[in-house]
């Protein structure tokens, strides 16, 4: 696929979960791997994609929208480096928002089949999201290994 494929797929969240569905393979696989969530049917994916094209400010899921920043691929697959703020969201992850906009950055491995998504891995980094709502992010007991040039 392309750059323009990818913004017509972010683009689709914002118009409906059936619009961005139709994206996707009848048989494929679609990961979240920092929401632990592996999808294989159709049915899910709705489920789950419906919440982004929320147009109510007041119901608390809040505003969504994404935007591109890089396309790498070819035909057959594809990574996409996108950014995500959401306005007037209650909570993120669980964890009340107090008002404050969310938002993140993140990248979206795509296998292409027959011009459909046909599995799909998201990372994205849900750390620096929790720092701004102010919850404590401890980066005790986190470090780099030490590095000697020796031992190349």
């Given amino acids: 696929m392309n750059y323009r494929f990818a913004v017509e797929w972010l683009k ?31 049915d899910d994916l709705h489920r789950v994609f419906a919440p982004y094209a ?17 396309y790498v691929g070819d035909d057959n697959d594809g990574v996409i480096f996108w950014s995500w703020k959401a306005e007037d969201t209650a909570a993120f992850l669980g964890i009340p928002t107090s008002g404050k906009l969310v938002g993140t950055s993140g990248h979206t491995v795509h296998h292409y089949e027959n011009g459909k998504i046909k599995r799909e891995s998201t990372y994205w980094d849900a750390a620096s999201i929790l720092a701004d709502m102010g919850q404590p992010i401890s980066k005790a007991g986190v470090t780099a290994p030490a590095y000697s040039a020796d031992a190349v």
């Fill in 12 to 42: 689709a969240f914002r118009d409906s979960s059936e619009t961005v569905c139709k994206l996707y393979a009848d048989d494929c696989l679609f990961e979240d791997l920092m929401l632990g969530q592996s999808i294989d049917n159709k």
């Fill in 54 to 70: 929320n147009t109510d400010r007041t119901n608390g899921i809040g505003l969504h929208n994404f935007r591109v920043d890089e």
